[in-house]
């Protein structure tokens, strides 16, 4: 399983941007699929994740009513819009999948890793 990660870019405060995570490999909707974030000299944070069918969404606080994760598995990817987004969301933002996630805010509970895509938000 190999993901690849992408949609970073910078962006003003207020404005949007849309990550994907394409994942390749048979079993897509076997996967619960997260998304961590990861700011110069903080630690790696949990930022949302997608159970494997999708029918479950979680958040982190800090992005709840932002931020939305959707899986998609026609295209066997995991995309993150993120609106209104503000200076403190800057950094890289990783995908994650794994087929046998109980704490889906817990990075070590997943298997696989993108390479991470850069956010920058400015004020």
């Known amino acids: 399983v190999q993901l690849q990660a992408s949609g970073g870019g910078l962006v003003q405060a207020g404005g949007s941007l849309r990550l994907s995570c394409s994942i390749s490999g048979r079993g897509f909707s076997n996967y619960a699929v997260g998304w961590f974030r990861q700011a110069p000299g903080l630690e790696r944070e949990f930022v949302a994740a997608a159970s494997r069918r999708g029918g479950y969404r979680y958040y982190a606080d800090s992005v709840k009513g932002r931020f939305t994760i959707s899986k998609d598995g026609a295209k066997n990817t995991a995309d993150l819009q993120m609106d209104s987004l503000k200076p403190e969301d800057t950094g890289v933002y990783y995908c994650?999948?794994?087929?046998?996630?109980?704490?889906?805010?817990?990075?070590?509970?997943?298997?696989?890793w993108g390479q991470g895509t850069e956010v920058t938000v400015s004020s």
């Open positions: 994650a999948a794994g087929p046998a996630v109980t704490m889906p805010w817990i990075w070590y509970d997943y298997d696989y």
